[in-house]
């Protein structure tokens, strides 16, 4: 049983040769991955497609890893929550994400809003407001530049205290967004309740949206439903100039997606927002 090969990620050896084995190597090589400087994180824009400008950015985390070469969130997330280690991680995120929006504004570029998720087990410490706390005021950052992308499966436990924890980080001027809005959560009751800024259009509404008349209806369904409850919208996950114009024709305002780019670690986004000041 040795022809385990090296395709992708799957960094089988002789004596990794079972699923529990790799899970211990992996989260071995995770807990070093903090201290050894090897998570990074990348940046995609936000795009106003009413006025073509540049509205902010999300931050989306990558392991570099020596050995393996980039590893993408979905592959160790997962793990990181089953561990805790996302709380530490999640720190890092916030920390770093904060001091680099900080730090183009200090280049001078307009400030934008940096997005960052925030995993469910962050979310639910009980230092989480003060962590947010820390990262803004360690880097400087406005709160209003600051934006949280939860998911709405957050809503399903301890719901006074999610209840309260928004709120505060709301008074505070942080902005809420619910990540891949409509595929997690049966019952909607929590947008009543949350106090929100912003839904997310997951990627997986957006992707047949020209060509499945119930993505359509479902996109459709949310903008009307963000419309009443005064919430903005951004469709992510956007690729063709077909789901542009559809998602223009339904006045989604926002947009993210390999349209406009992927995302791109920070010296390769600082080029694009020097085009953006001269666009
Ligand atoms: P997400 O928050 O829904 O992020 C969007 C994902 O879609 C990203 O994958 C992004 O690279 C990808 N994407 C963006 N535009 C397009 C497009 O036009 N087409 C396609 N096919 N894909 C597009 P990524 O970076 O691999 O992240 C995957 C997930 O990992 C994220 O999904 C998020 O749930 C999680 N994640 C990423 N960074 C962090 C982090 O710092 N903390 C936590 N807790 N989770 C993170
Ligand atoms: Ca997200
Ligand atoms: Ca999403």
Known sequence: AKDYGTNGYRFYTAEMNDAVIQKLVLEEWMNKALEQDEFVLYFQPQVDIFDHRLNGMEALLRWNHPRLGVISPGDFIPLA???????PIGKWVLRTACM?????????????K????????QFYQDDFVQVVLE??????????????????GIAMYQLDQVVDKLNTLRELGVHISIDDFGTGFSSLNYLKKFPIDKLKIAQQFVRDVTDDPDDAAIVQAIMAMAQSLNLNVIAEGVETEDQLSFLLDVKCREIQGYIYSK?????EFYDLLKRNMVA
């Open 81 to 87: 929550e089953e561990t805790g280690l996302i709380i």
């Open 100 to 112: 680099q929006n900080k730090a183009w504004q200090l280049e001078g570029f307009p400030p934008l």
């Open 114 to 121: 940096m997005a960052v998720n925030i995993s469910p087990v």
């Open 135 to 152: 990262a803004l005021q360690e880097s400087g950052l406005e709160p209003q530049y600051l934006e949280l992308e939860i998911t709405e």
């Open 263 to 267: 995302p791109v670690p920070a010296d």
